[in-house]
């Protein structure tokens, strides 16, 4: 047989459900914290002014994403430019498609190639490739670019050379020719 353990009275002040406890035992609160206040709304015009930066910044990528490539960034986008500024006699736009322009002297002679159109571009290796280039004024005469891009800058003439179409087959020629062996011509 067991004793039996006594229950303590239960007082009308104890709220029910609340857990006994232990004599000595002060309950602990929760912290209280302020409530914050709403963040002040910003001033409009703070807004304004934010979302036209933003609409602005939109639009600049927009544009820098949008504009064309160089031309030339490829030796047969060059070999164009260079032929569109010789068909229309324009010396200055000419040069500036040179690697040197200040060393290169034209005289009025290249004004004077009539219409221009490129022939064939050879393969871009190695940063050089060559340009055939058909005129009209002198006849049956080519004309020869040399180009080249050094790290990512755009294509440039090198040299020009003006080239007979109809050359004699068994000439010999030094590989540093620039007749020799230019494309689309055999």
Not at 22 to 49: I, N
Not at 51 to 77: C, E, H, K, M
Not at 110 to 120: I, K, P, S
């Amino acid at each position: 047989m067991s004793p039996k353990v006594s229950r303590p009275e239960h007082s009308s002040d104890d709220e029910p459900g609340e857990p006994e406890l232990p004599p000595g035992h002060v309950p602990m609160r929760r912290p209280v914290t302020p409530r914050q206040a709403a963040p002040k709304p910003l001033p409009r015009w703070v807004t304004t002014v934010g979302f036209v930066v933003l609409l602005a910044a939109i639009a600049g990528v927009i544009v820098y994403l949008a504009q064309p490539d160089d031309p030339r960034d490829s030796a047969q986008g060059t070999a164009d430019l260079v032929a569109a500024a010789l068909g229309e006699g324009d010396k200055s736009a000419f040069a500036s498609y040179t690697c040197y322009p200040d060393e290169l002297t034209l005289n009025d002679d290249w004004t004077r190639l009539g219409r221009t159109t490129v022939l064939a571009v050879s393969g871009e290796y190695d940063g050089v490739a060559k340009a055939t280039l058909t005129i009209s004024q002198p006849a049956n005469t080519d004309l020869v670019l040399l180009m080249r891009s050094e790290d990512d800058a755009p294509w440039c003439v090198v040299t020009p050379s003006l080239c007979p179409v109809a050359e004699d087959p068994t000439a010999t020629r030094s590989p540093l020719d620039m007749c020799a062996g230019r494309p689309g011509r055999p």
